[in-house]
């Protein structure tokens, strides 16, 4: 299960305009060889202070040749180093993948992002008034599926298997709000998402990505993590123990979240990623990828970035850090403005790992940062962005 304290930091990108795009050359962006610097002293230094075991970062001007790093350990136990191929849990920047396979379906003709998801699933509550544009930007109003109970017995790993709709629709008090009529992050969301991959393409979302998405964009090193599966070269995953000062202790395992965050990828295959994304454009047309990367809107019109829902249930809203300007919600992406210009990312947190992915459409330059440790990347988040974002570095 994904704590609160995960979730949020996962969900940090929930409430994050469209990126409107300027022409080359129109802003000023930091030499890559500054931000090399910039990036090889800074996440050395969360390694060197103790924030994180093992660290690794991908930096891609876009056109350009990809830089990556690697600090650390991916096993402090076994004395296992950080390499450009050792695989980090990326958590709910998984949702990216996810986003992707859906809209590349929606290329092909055999998915309306409009449509009720009544025509897959006509007994699931308000299946009529839930569209898959909603699922994929967190307007569908559904609750995390961990926030309440169900009417019915849930497998213990119930997220990998087919038909998670069925365990879905037996929640109790399924929906925060009326579909489209808000913004809350949903990993339930995405659940159901994968389910629609299904039933459109009669392959299971992980099928789809392994044998069709990532090998159609020439990626390598992303894989799914099962509960069964077992792999070499993955990181081991660790938070700091404050009873003793702030030792590494392996995180305890607490369940894979299915679609909604079971990938693991190293910093050279997210570099692949990326350049697949937003350069070749080997995943997306160049049109899909605006939609995916444009401010989505609710049914009234308003843009996700002018919706004010929180639960009240958790106490008093956090302030929204001064940073990040018309925050909100694309298609699987986060969008938010800093100093002026557009970024389009995701981050993800779940025990013993913290990833963060950037894109700056302005600056055509992608970042991703990965640790082992729980929060590991969260000190380098602002930093990282004002160094790309702002003109006088």
């Known amino acids: 299960m994904i704590s609160r304290r995960l979730f949020l930091l996962g969900s940090l990108c929930a409430n994050l305009i469209g990126c409107s795009r300027a022409e080359p050359g129109s802003v000023d962006t930091p030499p890559v060889e500054d931000l090399e610097d910039f990036l090889d002293r800074e996440v050395n230094e969360c390694v060197v202070q103790g924030l994180t075991a093992g660290a690794a970062y991908a930096l891609l001007p876009w056109g350009g040749r990809s830089i990556i790093r690697h600090f650390g350990r991916a096993d402090i136990e076994n ?115 994968s389910d629609i991959i299904e039933k459109v393409t009669g392959l299971s979302w992980q099928d789809y990505l392994t044998q069709d998405l990532l090998p159609e964009a020439g990626v390598r090193g992303i894989e799914i993590e099962t509960p069964d599966y077992q792999a070499t070269g993955w990181a081991t995953g660790y938070h700091k123990n404050s009873d003793d000062g702030g030792t590494f202790v392996r995180s305890d395992f607490s369940g894979l979240p299915g679609a ?26 160049p049109e899909t990828l605006q939609k995916m990367t ?92 004002e160094r790309v974002t702002q003109t006088n570095p």
Do not use: C
């Open 79 to 193: 004395q296992i180093s950080v390499t450009d191929s050792t695989r980090f849990r990326l958590a709910s920047v998984s949702k990216t993948f996810i986003a992707a396979s859906v809209l590349k379906i929606f290329e092909s003709g055999e998915l309306s992002l409009e449509d009720p998801i009544s025509r897959f699933f006509p007994s699931f509550p308000n299946a009529a008034s839930i569209t898959p544009y909603q699922l994929l930007s967190h307007t569908s109003g559904l609750r995390d599926w961990y926030e309440t109970s169900y009417s019915t017995e849930k497998t213990q790993n119930w997220v990998f298997g087919p038909e998670t709709h069925q365990v879905l629709m037996t929640m109790a008090d399924p929906f925060r709000f009326a579909p489209g009529t808000d913004h809350w992050y949903s990993n339930s969301g995405y659940l159901l998402l």
């Open 260 to 285: 909604a965050g079971s990938l693991r990828a190293s910093s050279e295959a997210l570099a692949e990623w990326m350049n697949a994304l937003f350069v070749d454009h080997t995943v997306l047309h």
């Open 294 to 385: 444009t401010m989505a809107k609710l049914k009234d019109g308003r843009l996700v970035s002018d919706s004010t829902y929180f639960p009240s249930e958790w106490g008093e809203r956090p302030p929204q850090p001064a940073f990040m300007q018309q925050s909100g919600w694309g298609l699987g992406f986060s969008l938010f403005h800093a100093n002026g210009s557009p970024v389009v990312w995701h981050s993800g947190g779940i025990p013993g790992f913290n990833a963060i992915w950037l894109n700056f459409p302005d600056m055509k330059l992608s970042i991703a940062l990965l640790s082992n440790t729980d929060n590991g990347m969260v000190s380098l988040f602002e930093q990282t962005v």
